[in-house]
């Protein structure tokens, strides 16, 4: 078992830019989770899905920010235009005792 | 809806001594409470979990203890040892399988040599 996947591991981009993180969950898990880490803010919780819906959504910031899971093996965070107080890393975890991928260290310049 | 507190947040212990990290919640139907390690540059992993019906369990050197009357439970970590220096978050779900889990602040755990 590979546990979660998250890609990339590290992005860099320019205020404005679009970016998209991406995260293949464990195979037969049922829920999948998006977490936002900063030193201020702590471990957030931005987005979850149960069986590819999404049922709670009220930790996601502002409209910049969007999540889709088109399926049980692949979800998606989109920003969109991305900004410097997005700089974060960003946690992907699947399972109901949430298993968490290595996650994506986000810079935005 | 939940809310989660975590104390102390920062924790020096001399190794081979114990550490203990407290937390509380709000919800009463909070019923499933788990541990997790976050050791720097990494992912926070699981290390013990416990659910309501029960008051206490334990794995090795790591115990977890509940009081539900108190609405308290807390992380034991019995002679410690350098690795582990880490973040521990406690959190708390009420509806274990359908909900989000609440996570406390952290506590940063120092092992001094």
């Known amino acids: 078992d590979a546990g979660v996947i998250q890609s990339p591991r590290h992005e860099v981009t320019e205020m404005g830019q679009e970016v998209t993180l991406r995260c293949k969950p464990i195979?037969?898990?049922?829920?999948l989770f998006w977490y936002r880490q900063t030193m201020m803010r702590g471990l957030e919780l931005l987005i979850y899905?149960?069986?590819?819906?999404?049922?709670?959504d009220s930790g996601m910031p502002e409209d910049r920010f969007s999540a889709k899971m088109p399926n049980a093996s692949f979800s998606t965070l989109k920003i969109q235009p991305s900004e410097p107080r997005d700089s974060a890393v960003y946690f992907c975890?699947?399972?109901?005792?949430?298993?968490f991928g290595p996650g994506t260290r986000l810079l935005v310049l | 809806g939940e809310n989660v507190e975590q104390h102390p947040s920062t924790l020096s212990v001399q190794e081979g001594d114990s550490a203990v990290i407290k937390c509380t919640y709000s919800?009463?139907?909070?019923?499933?409470f788990p541990w997790y390690k976050q050791e720097l540059g990494k992912r926070p992993q699981l290390i013990i979990d416990?659910?309501?019906?029960?008051g206490e369990k334990k794995d090795q050197r790591i115990a977890v203890t509940l009081n539900k009357t108190a609405k308290h439970f807390s992380l034991h970590i019995t002679e410690t040892q350098p690795e582990d220096s880490a973040v521990y978050f406690c959190a708390a779900i009420s509806n274990f399988g359908n909900e989000k889990l609440t996570f406390g602040t952290g506590t940063r755990l120092t092992i001094i040599p």
């Open positions: 899905f149960n069986n590819n819906v999404p049922i709670d």
């Open positions: 919800d009463s139907a909070s019923n499933y």
């Open positions: 195979s037969g898990h049922n829920s």
């Open positions: 416990i659910r309501s019906n029960v």
């Open positions: 975890a699947s399972g109901e005792t949430q298993y």
